[in-house]
Structures are given as C-alpha cells and as structure tokens.
C-alpha cells in the first residue's frame, strides 16, 4: 500500500530563514509525488510536483523539494522563508491510474514564520 | 483561483438530516475526486468519477453516495447525518489520464451537524 508520512506537526522559522517541511514516502514503483498548500478557509493550492527527471523540482512561491530515491523524502524547502509563507502543507502521493489515481496526503505540517 | 467550484461553501444541519454538495469541475477536466478533511482522520478519499462513471472508491460510508452528471458536474448526498460528519468536504478535478498532472480543488463546503 502506498503512504506518505510528515514527521513534523509543527515548523516555526524566522522571517528571513531558509525553512525546510520534511515527508517520506513508501510506495511501489515509480511515485508520483506531490505538495499543497491549504491557507485557512481555502482550498488545497498545487506547490510543485515529482514525476521524473531532476531530484530537485522548482515549483510556485519559490518553493522547491528535493527528490531522494534512496531515503524514500521528498521533503518542501524554501531559502528564505516569509511571513506569508504561514500555513498547513501537505505532502501527497498518487495512486496509479488503475487504482483510480486518488491522492494519499501526509498529516500535514503547520508552518509558522514569524517576523 | 483552481476552477473548481464548490457550493455551498457552509452547511449547517442537524442529525439525521440529508444534504447535497455540489461541485463543478475545471473546464475540460473529466475527472472528479471527493475528499474529507477532518482533524482525527486528516485528508481522506471518498470516491471518484470519471465522465459520469464511478472510478474509485474509498472510504465512503454507505450513508454517502455520490454522481456524475452528463454535464460533468457533480453532487456529493449525505444521508442520516451524525456529529461526526462534520467536516470540510473537498472535490478535486484532473485533466484526463491526468495521473500525473496535480489535482485541482474547490474551496471546499464546511459542514456541521449540530
């Protein structure tokens, strides 16, 4: 069975910080990873996504993750972190097509910036 | 703005009721995903529709059923409603064979059963 785990409920960084939101995964074969951002009130907004080809994906905000095959992370940085940046992640794995392609989301972890 | 609409955006009923949520896709997705956001479970999948076929279930309670239509919109019907129930219930759009293309969500409808 596939999973995403996010081992940190919470993340506080200062304005200005490079911050770091951490996710392992456990699939098999190929993952198709993904992550969002929910603000309050709102829905899940599309970061960036793995599908193949380059470990480090760029995606929106400035937000990158880094895919790690051998250590099975996939985990969201940003190198300075802004207060703006305040909010609930969720890192996501999908299930293959023949499974009907539905996301398996991770905890979530809040982050905190502080000014 | 996801393209995703979602209404209403709150629901407030009481036990044993029967609710309909609403959601349209993006323009030119095929694919509708429900899920439910709650604090004990987290973000959970309830059921998936593509072109107005069920696709995929998950954790969908039998109390809960779920449709299509020919225009692709599609309507999420909860039944015998119970406190926990009360929850944020997204819907999501993909483009088609999309699986690997992000989901696309609505801003969600906030129910409560008091």
């Known amino acids: 069975a596939q999973s995403v785990a996010q081992p940190e409920d919470q993340v506080n960084v200062a304005e200005g910080n490079p911050l770091t939101v951490k996710c392992t995964y456990s699939v098999s074969g190929n993952p198709y990873l993904f992550w969002y951002v929910q603000y309050p009130n709102r829905g899940l907004q599309f970061l960036l996504k793995y599908i193949t080809g380059d470990n480090l994906v760029k995606g929106s905000y400035g937000f990158e993750a880094e895919f790690n095959k051998s250590q099975t992370s996939f985990h969201l940085k940003k190198p300075s972190a802004l207060v703006s940046d305040s909010a609930l992640y969720f890192c996501?794995?999908?299930?293959?097509?023949?499974?009907?392609?539905?996301?398996?989301f991770g905890q979530g972890t809040e982050l905190s910036v502080k000014p | 703005d996801s393209g995703v609409t979602q209404t209403p955006k709150h629901l407030i009923t009481a036990t044993g009721q029967r609710v309909t949520l609403r959601c349209s896709p993006r323009?030119?997705?095929?694919?509708v995903y429900w899920y439910q956001q709650s604090l004990d479970q987290g973000l959970q999948f309830l059921i998936q529709y593509y072109n107005g076929e069920e696709r995929a279930k998950g954790n969908i309670l039998e109390r809960f059923s779920a449709q299509q239509f020919p225009d692709l919109h599609s309507e999420l019907n909860l039944s015998s409603l119970e406190l926990g129930d009360s929850a944020l219930y997204f819907c999501?759009?993909?483009?088609?064979?999309?699986?690997?293309?992000?989901?696309?969500f609505g801003d969600g409808t906030r129910l409560s059963i008091l």
């Open positions: 999501a759009s993909s483009a088609p064979r999309g699986e690997r293309q992000p989901q696309h």
């Open positions: 323009s030119g997705d095929l694919s």
């Open positions: 996501a794995v999908r299930a293959p097509y023949n499974q009907g392609g539905k996301l398996i």
